[in-house]
């Protein structure tokens, strides 16, 4: 790895983690029905990078090389990402789906308030049944992923691949 990732690594994380808290601070005045689809997709996030993460590790770079002589589009970013796999998985896995848990925590406690609030309820069940809600959706959502993510690891680097090259190509333009 750089030298210098340590700090790109602390300056991405704060700059997404502004935005991410920026976003669930804002949310928190919407409604529940709003509020909830968020958090689900919050969680959702941190589950398909935690998948992105993985699949780099146990992608072969055999697959991309021969698809690349092949000038098949995705296949140059597709071994950028494998050759980079450290990297990609300590961004993926740590870096964004870190964040996405501490950010899925502030959405619950919104959450967690407005159930509160609206149902006149006691405040100790309903944390702990939004946590536990938040908690198994994440630990077992990432770990469903994981196992896709191996299994298919050539498929899901090869559409972020894919992915890559549209976006740079679009810049070009």
Do not use: E
């Not at 690594?9 to 949310?27: H, K, N, R």
């Not at 296949?75 to 950028?80: I, M, N, T, V």
């Not at 950010?103 to 702990?128: H, K, M």
């Amino acid at each position: 790895m750089k030298k210098n990732w340590p700090q790109k690594v602390f300056f991405l994380s704060f700059l997404l983690a502004v935005i991410f808290s920026g976003l669930s601070t804002y949310c928190a005045d919407l409604n529940v029905l709003l509020l909830t689809i968020i958090l689900i997709l919050v969680i959702f996030i941190g589950i398909v990078f935690d998948m992105i993460g993985v699949a780099t590790l146990t992608s072969r770079q055999a697959t991309f090389h021969a698809m690349s002589s092949k000038k098949i589009k995705g296949a140059k970013q597709s071994l950028f990402l494998i050759k980079n796999n450290s990297l990609v998985s300590s961004v993926c896995n740590d870096v964004i789906g870190d964040i996405c848990g501490i950010v899925s925590g502030s959405l619950g406690a919104s959450l967690t308030a407005y159930l509160v609030f609206v149902l006149n309820a006691n405040p100790f069940w309903i944390t702990i049944f939004v946590t536990a809600l938040i908690s198994s959706l994440t630990v077992g959502g990432k770990a469903f992923g994981k196992q896709i993510a191996i299994k298919k690891c050539d498929q899901i680097v090869y559409v972020v691949g894919k992915f890559l090259q549209f976006v740079h190509f679009q810049n070009i333009k």
